[in-house]
């Protein structure tokens, strides 16, 4: 029996890959790639007379594979199926650390799955509050209520854009350069930076076209995220290269740190890095660059 | 549990096992076929009776078709079969209880 550790709320999740969660192949090895978080699946992966065989399979991989340092999600079935229920309690008594509950559009969807969760926290006997949170955004609807969405909850770590859905609602195609996206990705990035939670992009699922794969995640990283949900193994390198802070980008924080720790002594609030005016909002993010290269193992310095 | 009626879970692919159940009145009566019989057919045997040991099925037909299964992933596919044929897979599930 597996017992995993307490999930964290904040952690790196630069790559969360799906799975199928009635494919026994899929599941008994899913941590073996390095993906920061798997999403085991029991939404649309999973035919509809096979969702309760999903979950018997979910539940024995839970409480028997050992993920070791992968974060495990269970993407449920949305509210407006029969399924989400017993969905959750699954995944409580299993023991996974979070649920991404698909299809979400209000606070309200978030409050329902969180009192689901913790009456079967409470019927299982899992600590009340250890099963984190994240909401996958697919509409118009979901995106305008992006921020009472993501503070809906303490459980709630951060939100995800999901393309195939909201793409079909706004009757747009995957574009070169993301413009059918844009303002979402933009809005739903605001609302997560605003309630202090994590924010993730769509999957791309062109699997052979590694030239827009490439361009979208360096796209995914200029406009601010924290990580993308990928689809096969394959991707989960580039994105977690790109992800990583660059060497030029590590020596410039650090350069800041050690200089604040300089001019806060002689009592300087505001001066000048290599030409450019630096204050304290610059050393903060300088620290969360250090801290982030550290996380992703390319920090070589003793800061 | 008693099996009802005829039922079955799981598929042929590779790493699964497709699990048979069938009303029987004289114990439990059990088939394997797998394509790993030689070096695990009788820790398939021994997974799949202590997995209705849990469940509490006294008799029953099993038939076993396993596709190199990990143990859980067979233990999986019995508690799906067996709780289809009572007509109770869908949901109250007792997880932690007998399906463990």
Same mark, same amino acid.
């Given at each position: 029996m597996i017992k995993r550790p307490k999930p964290q709320k904040f952690r790196l999740r630069r790559t969360m890959m799906f799975m199928n969660a009635q494919k026994p192949g899929l599941i008994? %090895?899913?941590y073996i790639y390095g993906a920061d978080s798997i999403i085991l699946d029991l939404e649309d992966a999973v035919a509809e007379n096979q969702? %309760?065989?999903?979950?018997?399979s979910l539940y024995q991989a839970l409480q028997n594979v050992d993920y070791g340092d992968t974060e495990v999600i269970v993407r449920i079935n949305g509210l407006d199926t029969p399924h989400w229920q017993e969905d959750i309690r699954c995944v409580v008594a299993g023991g996974a650390d979070g649920i991404r509950i698909a299809k979400c559009e209000s606070a309200q969807?978030?409050?329902?799955?969180?009192?689901?969760?913790?009456?079967a926290e @409470?019927?299982?006997?899992?600590?009340?509050? @250890?099963?984190?949170?994240?909401?996958?955004l697919e509409s118009p609807k979901g995106i305008l209520n992006a921020y009472e969405i993501v503070t809906a909850s303490d459980r709630m770590f951060g939100c995800a854009i999901s393309g195939g859905d909201f793409r079909k609602s706004m009757h747009v195609q995957i574009e070169e350069g993301g413009i059918e996206m844009l303002s979402a990705r933009g809005q739903m990035l605001l609302a997560a930076r605003a309630a202090g939670v994590q924010c993730f992009d769509t999957m791309f699922p062109y699997l052979d076209d590694t030239e827009g794969f490439q361009a979208e995640v360096i796209q995914n990283r200029k406009m601010g995220f924290d990580g993308k949900s990928v689809i096969n193994p394959k991707q989960i390198r580039f994105v977690h290269e790109t992800f990583a802070p660059t060497p030029k980008e590590i020596a410039y924080a650090e350069k800041l740190v050690r200089s604040f720790n300089e001019q806060a002594e002689s009592g300087v609030g505001v001066y000048t890095v290599d030409g450019k005016m630096v204050d304290i909002p610059f050393f903060e993010d300088a620290r969360r660059v250090i801290a982030l290269a550290k996380a992703c193992g390319v920090y070589k310095g003793d800061l | 549990m008693e099996i009802q009626k005829p039922a079955i879970a799981g598929t042929l692919e590779s790493s699964d096992a497709q699990i048979v159940v069938e009303p029987f009145t004289d114990g439990i009566q059990l088939s394997i076929e797998s394509s790993v019989m030689n070096q695990y057919g009788r820790q398939i045997k021994a997974t799949v009776l202590e997995t209705l040991e849990h469940l509490g099925v006294k008799n029953g037909k099993i038939t076993v078709n396993d596709k190199g299964a990990l143990e859980c992933t067979l233990?999986?596919?019995?508690?799906?079969?067996v709780f289809r044929s009572c007509g109770a897979s869908e949901k109250n599930i007792p997880w932690g209880g007998v399906v463990r």
């Open positions: 008994k %090895d899913a969702k %309760d065989a999903a979950r018997f969807d978030v409050l329902t799955v969180e009192e689901h969760v913790l009456a @409470r019927e299982f006997g899992v600590e009340e509050g @250890r099963t984190l949170l994240m909401a996958a | 233990k999986a596919r019995v508690e799906c079969a």
